[in-house]
């Protein structure tokens, strides 16, 4: 009787372990589907005229006296927060993701961002940099001079520092310190940053990026952690150049909707085991943090949704690349009322 109650449990806990390395085996063999998205009808509301207006009211607004929304201490989402779980952030996303992290941001810098030589990029949430130094490792290879008088070819923002100064020491490391610069900044006011060293020491407040100065905008998991994604998607058209080679990348979760057997299991993965995995890389320290990502992850809008979100900011999506059975996607847009050569 016994025997066979253990033999019974054994049976259920190899089940249980069959379900997480059946994902994984499904998501390396699988192949990313690409959505192509048609050309919007003409809107004055994201016209070039409308957002050179709107680029002159943000430069000449007064900033709020209210703080914003992501530097809030101790919101989820915000800066503080990803300051608590820094320490494990690199390790913990490549548990989470089955080691295919890296392959989703290589493939939103070599098929959607398509740069270069010349081009001034940014980066939003670089978090610790891993696309930031990808951009930067691109553009050494294409030829961009590392000791230019003009400055860093790739700016990351982000809002924690503690993410920062670990970003900042793999920039040294990999001797990109004259084309990647990191800085504290807002993606929802990018009026202002604050640039940070390795130690964590930041600079006093200088001028962030100006209006239509940059030809590539990067943003990777991070656009759903921003308080106010219109104001984020906003400054993104205010910064990027009207080029037809102008492009923003986003790559972003999402609750897989369950139509195939594979995707119901990448959802459970989702929902079940990365919270799971974030409790236990912080020994228990991180478990309301990695709680809210999950949360953060079924409350993101679905992809047509989004891709909607960004084209009425003058953000066209040309297309959406999902991955994983549907739990991330790649969202390749450029701006708006740009003529696009045949």
Known sequence: MASGLMVGCC???????????????AALVEKPTIRELPVLPHDTSTSPERVADQAKSAETAKPETKQPASQAGGQFGSGSMFD????VYDSTNKWMSLGLDQFWRKTLIEDCMQLERADAVLDLATGTADVSLLAGNRLRDLGRDIDAPDGQAVLGVD?????LRRGVAKVENQGLKGVVRLVKGD???LSEVRGIDAEGKLESLTLGVESQSVDKISMAFGIRNVPDRTLALREMRRVLRSKESSRVCILEFSLP???SFLSRLANKFVT???PAIGKMA??????EEYQYLERSILEFPQPLDFAAAMAREGLHVRTITSFAYGAVHLYAAMPAHVPVSS
């Open 11 to 25: 049976k259920i806990s190899f089940a249980i372990a069959l379900v997480p390395i059946a994902v994984i085996i």
């Open 159 to 163: 809002p924690s520092s503690e993410m």
């Open 187 to 189: 993606a929802q006011d």
């Open 272 to 274: 079940h085991v990365v």
């Open 257 to 259: 909707d369950g139509s």
């Open 282 to 287: 912080t020994i228990g320290s991180g478990a």
């Open 84 to 87: 608590r779980i820094a320490f």
